[in-house]
């Protein structure tokens, strides 16, 4: 059966991701063992701690994700489980596009960590937060934003908008937001200022790697972050990959344009994030999910 397969992003990590999956499936293992050796440390151990603090940081978290997520991909893809098109919310984006054969996954885990790591820079140059909005619109959080260096991330639906920005600047734009009838700030665990200007010093070693990785045409389709729109050119995926850095995420246009393709979605990565967003773009969605040991156990193949 074909679905859309969509990945979770920054964020969706847990202390602990993995661990099970490495103890009791040799396709887990081999690829977190590579994994360790292409990064010249143990992020497996990073990976199965305990330790949220240090696993939440971005050069920790982004390649974390991407490994879980392939692996879970890898699990499942056998079994009956056929993207028909593919999706990823920022940095799931990039799981995606080993997920539909556009590069190996070598050449994404390369990509990721050069990414993580130019990203981790402009955090340690500017602290930057990001916050989910409830119950408020763009526009006006637009209109409340300006003059300042917070601005829209992402938009996942219509009452859920992310901001990002500086922390002195977030926190007086949230006062902002609740006294202009804002329902809920929730502060988002990530610990930089993603998808706005403040990421835009990264942008150049992003390109770098990007414009010279062997991008293949895929296997099916992706929708792209930066603009909700279907693409198979593999140039055409690199730049968008390239602008999706610091411009906000368009999640909403991009699961409303994935819907037109097909309306039964599969979620993966290390938690349940994207499920209920899903639901509230359109209750007539069909999703699952894939995120631990036990939803994978059955395909297991020891």
């Not at 696993?55 to 009956?80: E, G, M, P, W």
């Not at 859920?160 to 202009?180: H, P, R, W």
Request: include cysteine; hydrophobic fraction near 35%; charge should be negative.
């Amino acid at each position: 059966m074909s679905n859309c397969f969509i990945f979770s992003g920054q964020g969706s990590h847990r202390p602990g991701m993995g661990l099970q999956l490495y103890q009791h499936s040799t396709l887990a293992k081999d690829k977190i063992d590579l994994s360790n050796q292409m990064l010249g440390y143990n992020i497996s151990d990073i990976m199965f701690d305990d330790n949220e603090a240090v696993l939440r940081q971005t050069n920790h978290a982004q390649v974390a994700i991407y490994i879980y997520s392939c692996i879970i991909f890898d699990i499942i893809k056998d079994n009956n489980h056929i993207p028909a098109v593919v999706a990823g919310h920022s940095l799931g984006e990039f799981s995606a596009l080993y997920a539909n054969n556009t590069y190996t996954f070598e050449t994404g885990l390369q990509i990721v960590n050069v990414r993580a790591k130019a990203m981790h820079k402009c955090e340690k140059n500017t602290e930057g937060k990001m916050s989910a909005v409830i119950g408020m619109n763009k526009e006006k959080i637009s209109d409340i934003c300006k003059g300042t260096d917070t601005q829209v991330a992402n938009i996942n639906s219509d009452q859920q908008i992310v901001i990002s920005g500086s922390a002195d600047s977030m926190q007086s734009v949230s006062e902002e937001l609740k006294t202009n009838g804002a329902k809920r700030i929730i502060s988002l665990p990530v610990s930089g200022a993603f998808h706005s200007k403040l990421m835009s010093n990264a942008k150049p070693e992003l390109k770098e790697i990007i414009s010279n990785a062997t991008f293949n045409e895929p296997h099916v389709p992706i929708v792209s972050n930066y603009d909700a729109t279907l693409r198979s050119n593999p140039d055409e995926i690199k730049k968008a990959l390239i602008e999706q850095i610091d411009n906000p995420v368009l999640w909403l246009d991009s699961v409303q344009r994935l819907g037109e393709i097909n309306n039964n979605f599969i979620e993966i990565g290390p938690k349940k994030v994207l499920s209920g967003i899903i639901k509230k773009i359109d209750e007539l969605f069909h999703i699952s999910s894939f995120n631990s040991y036990n939803d994978v156990e059955e395909y297991l193949h020891v």
